[in-house]
């Protein structure tokens, strides 16, 4: 059997600029004012003088190696900044790395979002040639296809609306369903499950899994270990721009969750990034009196996540939300700030945090991850933080721990009237 | 069976099959100038009457201003008809000009999602505003039939400068566009420059009420080439044609062209990362 994708010695380098004050982007105006002011500092002869910019390199990928079999299916995990995305972007070409080469055989398709190049004004029909054409269709492709698009996406009759009319679940339904009728020989997804709803999951879920068994090579990134676990056969962990473990998928996704939860961070902070215009800075967690947590909480015991995030820019009817995972990463709690009204939102531009509240006694014993995004309608995610924390609940007492079940709400019981016959 | 095809990825590497590819894409450059066709006469509810008023009302104010005003010379032709034929090319190279230099930036999103040769992205811009040229070709031949002004057979080579505008607008707009990804205030250049085009171009006026001396140096703004061989095919020998200026002109043109390509290429690399 020969290899599908091989990655050999794969880097990538970034240029962080830093600079003091400044938006993300370089302006032809700095960049003259810089020269014209070094060049006075020249003139009067101070030297060089201290660069207000500094450049700093990042390897978002470190040498990595791998190869995949024809027909393997292998899913990609790691925390946020691993390397994950960038190594899909090498492999999708739509950056190129700085050392190292893949190879590649066969026609590849990578859906890196969902809908990409999907125009608000045009419609359904339109659309769907539009990203067909994007996704690397061709015309006659996508009209041989398009009655099986339009059924896998139940909106038929909605296929002359402007998709700005479309709710937010029709969009990506419709979306996904141009992606799950390519037929690539190579087939590169990145965390586009994690949208829509549980039954669509589930049947994009199977789509990916034909696309399997018909012999595709699949290359799946994604936070859901379930997800991963249904699909792959193999999985790689990345860490810090290199291959931390590389084998079947159980022995890596329990890995990849003993990491996270060993780290036991209280907060979670993040290098702002320039070029995200709203990014979420950092998460932490406290307990609900504002005490620090050291190892695991009572069942009792209430616990405060903190969202912090930065908007360059103000975002209208902007909103966080807070996610709470079990290990296997199916969702416990999914919290929105929108949820009651004059909670926070995330309107104003500048540095701006919310503070969530989980009661007690509500989640089982147990370990759970969080995970913060904030987002704006109608488009939704702007930034996430995905498996940002860790926590493990415990039951002092021990007298209900070992039951299923995540709620471990008391319930009351009352005795009805006994009637007797 | 389908044949396997092998694609290397390497440093440098994107230049080998970068030709073939754009041909592969072009299907996906049809898409897009079709997309923002549609997109463009969707959003504006005076979609298409846009294209229409604009070239019709600066030709009004031209005519006013340089015809009855200053009373330049309009060689024996009904001064708005010399005017609108050289509003034609200048409209066409102005509207491509701005839409090719914001096209990467209105398309980040695609660019940092999905691989394609990006030549496509400023490509499809431009035969967008090809659009409006067919539109303004219209009413320019509404206006001759009011004047009762026929062109001769010369009319026939007009596609040749059409070309030519094509090239120069294409070429200027490649040097924007990847400009425009690595500094964003370049996009308040194009504005400045096309309206300051606008002046020093024979647009309102006939390029003969340049002194002789001067003539061929005129020539070094390509657009006074195209301009006046826009009038040339469309009004005949009335507006004779310096042939070494046109030279002069085209070679501009290419030299434009073929940097912007380069330039273009060699920036392309990073689009993905900058953007």
Known sequence: MTSAISVDNLAKKYLLTHQAGQGSYLALRDVLAEGVKSFGRRVIGKGSGDRSRSMEEFWALKGVSFEVKQGERVGIIGRNGAGKSTLLKIISRITEPTTGSVRLRGRVASLLEVGTGFHPELTGRENIYLNGAILGMGRGEIRRKFDEIVDFAETERFLDTPVKRYSSGMYVRLAFAVAAHLEPEILVVDEVLAVGDAQFQQKCLGKMEQAGKEGRTVLFVSHQMGAISRLCGRAILLGEGAIAVDGDVESVTKAYLDAALSAGATSAERCPDPDKPHQITGVSICKGDGTAISGPVGVDEQLAVQVRCRLQTPLPGGYAVLAVKDLKGEYVLFSDSRDHDGSATYAGAGEISATVTIPAPLLAPGRYSISAYIGRPPTGTVDACIDALTFEVEDLHGVRSSRPGHIYLPLQWQQDAPSWR | ?275
């Open chain 2, 1 to 275: 069976m389908n044949e396997q095809r092998e694609i290397v990825i390497r440093p440098g590497m994107g230049e080998l099959n970068y030709w073939r590819d754009l041909w592969r894409y072009r299907e996906l450059f049809l898409f897009l100038a079709w997309r923002d066709i549609l997109v463009r006469y969707k959003q504006t509810a005076i979609g298409i009457a846009w294209s229409v008023i604009r070239p019709l009302a600066t030709m009004l104010v031209f005519t006013v201003v340089f015809g009855k005003l200053a009373k330049l010379p309009s060689n024996g032709v009904p001064y708005p008809v010399m005017v609108y034929a050289a509003m034609l090319p200048w409209q066409f190279f102005a509207n491509s000009l701005a839409e090719c230099a914001s096209s990467l930036i209105d398309n980040a999103n695609l660019l940092t999602k999905v691989y394609f040769p990006r030549l496509i992205v400023p490509a499809g811009a431009v035969a967008v505003s090809l659009v409006d040229f067919a539109i303004s070709c219209a009413i320019l031949a509404g206006i001759m039939a009011w004047y009762r002004f026929v062109p001769d057979l010369r009319i026939l080579l007009l596609p040749l400068f059409l070309l030519m505008a094509l090239a120069a607008s294409f070429g200027m707009g490649l040097w924007f566009a990847a400009l425009n990804v690595k500094y964003r205030d370049f996009r308040y250049v194009v504005p400045f420059l096309v309206q300051f085009g606008l002046y020093i171009s024979p647009v309102g006026f006939s390029s003969s009420i340049v002194p002789e001396k001067w003539r061929l140096a005129y020539f070094l703004n390509p657009m006074v080439g195209v301009i006046d061989g826009f009038r040339w095919a469309i009004l005949g020998d009335r507006f004779p044609v310096q042939w070494s200026g046109l030279m002069l002109s085209g070679l501009l043109v290419l030299a434009i062209l073929a940097g912007g390509v380069l330039y273009f290429r060699r920036m392309e690399r990073t689009f993905a990362d900058v953007v």
